[in-house]
Structure formats: structure tokens, C-alpha cells
T-cell receptor, first 113, second 112 residues
């Protein structure tokens, strides 16, 4: 079956603009994760959704970042008033249940000029 | 403060030889460790994992060793193949939490 997909694959934006990044998890996966990978760094946990439970937002770096997951499937990560330090690869992963293997999408490479 | 460290940004190994990728961690409470492999323009893919109650886990050509006293994890690939050329990340979790703490990765290059 299809894996995790993300769009766009690349996004260039100007400082101060808002961006929306989309993630389509594997069908039937209840858990969805967002990570950020800055240049030369490991992946940084941002947010986690599990079924209809309240999301774990503990990794979001500032209130400019928000995410939602509609209908337990597609998720959108929104960054408001982007800053240059937001430039990174944003990765989405899903798993059948929490603690199952996480399957990653190819990521969205965000560049804020 | 990096809790999971991969001190070698890159490693070059001859095809057919053993590749050893290392990972050190600082938090003795980590109880689950994973290795992921990443090709360019793709997301990481799960490779192998180990629980802190074990010191070795093997899957085909891949073996992960855990030394809790040294807070050290290693991944052995034997024999190394050209398709193994990728970036390898180690990750750890705390108290069986789903939040993974990741190392910065090691780029493995297999030379023909």
C-alpha cells in the first residue's frame, strides 16, 4: 500500500509569511508524529496525535507553530510569521498504534529567506 | 544538551567488510533504542531496535549491541554492501515514551 506522503516537497517563503505543510499518513494508522530536522542535527519531536485523544504538543518550539489532524487522518502543520531559523526539513511519520514502528514520509524542505 | 550523540559524521568502509556505527547517550533512564536508515530525499526507515533488558539483537546482516554501563550503542553491518550507503540515525526513548530522542546521524559510505 501507499506510504506516508507529504506536500509540498520543497517550500521557499519569505520571512514573516505563513506556511502550511501537509501529511497524509498510511491508511489505518492511528498515531501521527511531526518532526523537524535542522541542518546537521538529529530529528526533533514536535507534536504527536493518537486517535481522538488530545495531541501532545510539548515539542512545538513556539506558539507560531500549530498542527491539526482532521478526521483522524490528514494532518497539517502551520507555521505563522516564519523566521529564518524555521528553515529545516519537516518530517511526518505514522504508526499503526503508539509504540509500533514509525513510518516516515519524505519530508518537506522549508527555506525561509 | 545532546542526550544522544553520534560522534562520527561520516564513515567509509570497503564493500564486504564490517561497518560499525556508534552512538553514545547520557540518560541512563533510556529504555529502548532504535536505528533508522535514511537515503537522500527519503524519510528514515526503521532498521533494528533493542530493549534495555537485552545487550544484543540480531537481524540478518544487522546486529545492535547495547552496553548500559558505558551508555553506548553500536550497529554492526556484516558484510557491508553498496546499498548500505546511507545516513544512519540512532534514537532512544525514555520510560517507554513514544517521544524519540535522535542522534545527528552518521553518513556511511560503502566503497566498491
Amino acid at each position: 500500500g501507499a506510504g506516508v506522503s507529504q506536500s509540498p516537497s520543497n517550500k521557499v517563503t519569505e520571512k514573516g509569511k505563513d506556511v502550511e505543510l501537509r501529511c497524509d499518513p498510511i491508511s489505518g494508522h492511528t498515531a501521527l508524529y511531526w518532526y523537524r530536522q535542522s541542518l546537521g542535527q538529529g530529528l526533533e519531536f514536535l507534536i504527536y496525535f493518537q486517535g481522538n485523544s488530545a495531541p501532545d504538543k510539548s515539542g512545538l518550539p513556539s506558539d507560531r507553530f500549530s498542527a491539526e489532524r482532521t478526521g483522524g487522518s490528514v494532518s497539517t502543520l502551520t507555521i505563522q510569521r516564519t523566521q529564518q531559523e524555521d528553515s529545516a526539513v519537516y518530517l511526518c511519520a505514522s504508526s499503526l498504534e503508539v509504540w509500533e514502528t514509525q513510518y516516515f514520509g519524505p519530508g518537506t524542505r522549508l527555506l525561509v529567506l | 544538551d545532546q542526550q544522544v550523540k553520534q560522534n562520527s559524521p561520516s564513515l567509509s568502509v570497503q564493500e564486504g567488510r564490517i561497518s560499525i556505527l556508534n552512538c553514545d547517550y547520557t540518560n541512563s533512564m533510556f529504555d529502548y533504542f532504535l536505528w533508522y536508515k535514511k537515503y537522500p530525499a527519503e524519510g528514515p526507515t526503521f532498521l533494528i531496535s533493542i530493549s534495555s533488558i537485552k545487550d544484543k539483537n540480531e537481524d540478518g546482516r544487522f546486529t545492535v549491541f547495547l552496553n548500559k554501563s558505558a551508555k553506548h550503542l553500536s550497529l554492526h553491518i556484516v558484510p557491508s554492501q553498496p546499498g548500505d550507503s546511507a545516513v544512519y540515525f540512532c534514537a532512544a526513548s525514555l520510560d517507554s515514551n513514544y517521544q524519540l530522542i535522535w542522534g545527528a546521524g552518521t553518513k556511511l559510505i560503502i566503497k566498491p
